[in-house]
């Protein structure tokens, strides 16, 4: 089994910054798919960003510009650094890693856009 904790959420102004990180343990296999999904109140769970071990990305068109999504392999960490968010930002971020077994998820981490 996978386990994966998120950390970084917080309040935030528009258009400031967080930085999300979230750490897997347990068996991990090096192919795999690490990312960041949310889910606003009242919503679906949506994609935010995905990485694949070998670095290649890919973001929801909501996100493009202004999050990164990267990862450090030899600490099984991704991380997803977030800019110039919106109130529409504002959701439980959940941290998600794919391999040929399942999907593995975190707990979620609250971000909240205010003023």
């Known amino acids: 089994q996978v386990q994966l904790v998120e950390s970084g959420g917080g309040l935030v102004q528009p258009g400031g910054s967080l930085r999300l990180s979230c750490a897997a343990s347990g068996s991990i296999f090096s192919i795999n798919v690490m990312g960041w999904y949310r889910q606003a109140p009242g919503k679906q769970r949506e994609l935010v960003a995905i990485i694949v071990d070998s670095g290649a990305t890919n973001y929801a068109d909501s996100v493009k510009g202004r999050f990164t999504i990267s990862r450090d392999n030899a600490k099984n960490t991704v991380y997803l650094q977030m800019t110039s968010l919106k109130p529409e930002d504002t959701a439980v971020y959940y941290c998600?890693?794919?391999?040929?077994?399942?999907?593995?998820w975190g707990k979620g981490t609250l971000v909240t856009v205010s003023s």
């Open positions: 998600n890693l794919h391999d040929f077994r399942m999907d593995f």
